[in-house]
């Protein structure tokens, strides 16, 4: 199998926090996770990729400062948003892959809404 | 930067209707992905096509890339409402393992 995890599923802050969200592979290694985000009946945007004991590379546009991601292990990968505010709404979804395969695991998504 | 037009971007049609779902780009692909989204879930994969020509059954989805590797179809046969959701195409730009997904294609398809 390959299982992919997202912690918390859905989250509501306050503008000028931050938060944290979890992607987790549960019974795979994966060397390379991927950051989406998902606007209302939208597609999903890539934001980053993220290898596993190195920089996180992120995609034209997305600001790396205010979207931390780490890659501490070869089963976690973190995104934090800082700073939020209203407008970083939006569905977050993480995916993995396996070493040396293209097929990407999605996880279930995290529902962020800054107020 | 790559895209991914898809065509159309919506659809609602009775059961058992055939449909058409195309995905185009100006760009190159190495391989192309299907998804189907669930609201509030995360998408899940129906198929990947990679080379050019190549067409897959999977039961009443027939799947096709273009010759080219530019574009691509999904055409489901007598459409079900467990069909409805939104269905994603996704180029992988080549060497890198990242996908490019396409606009999206949300159907309906009403019993």
């Known amino acids: 199998g390959a299982v992919v995890s997202q912690h918390p599923s859905w989250v509501i802050c306050k503008s000028g926090t931050s938060v944290k969200i979890e992607c987790r592979s549960l019974?795979?290694?994966?060397?390379?996770m991927f950051w989406y985000r998902q606007f209302p009946k939208q597609s999903l945007m890539l934001m980053a990729t993220?290898?596993?004991?190195?920089?996180?590379?992120?995609e034209q546009g997305v600001e790396k400062d205010k979207f931390l991601i780490n890659h501490a292990s070869l089963t976690l990968s973190t995104l934090t948003v800082t700073s939020a505010h209203p407008e970083d709404s939006s569905f977050y979804i993480c995916?993995?892959?396996?070493?040396?395969?293209?097929?990407?695991?999605f996880g279930p998504g995290t529902r962020l809404l800054v107020l | 930067t790559q895209l991914l037009e898809q065509s159309p971007q919506f659809l609602s049609i009775q059961e058992g209707e055939n449909l058409t779902v195309y995905c185009n780009s100006s760009?190159?692909?190495?391989?192309l992905q299907w998804y189907r989204q669930e609201p509030g879930e995360g998408p899940v994969l129906l198929v990947t096509v990679v080379t050019g020509g190549e067409v897959k059954k999977l039961k009443r989805l027939t799947f096709q890339f273009g010759d080219a590797r530019k574009d691509s179809s999904l055409h489901i046969t007598a459409a079900q409402p467990g069909d409805t959701g939104l269905y994603l195409c996704a180029g992988e730009q080549s060497g890198t393992y990242k996908y490019i997904f396409g606009t999206g294609t949300r159907l309906k398809v009403l019993a």
């Open positions: 760009s190159v692909f190495s391989s």
């Open positions: 993220s290898n596993e004991g190195s920089k996180a590379t992120y």
């Open positions: 995916s993995a892959s396996k070493p040396g395969e293209e097929t990407q695991y």
């Open positions: 019974d795979f290694q994966a060397t390379t």
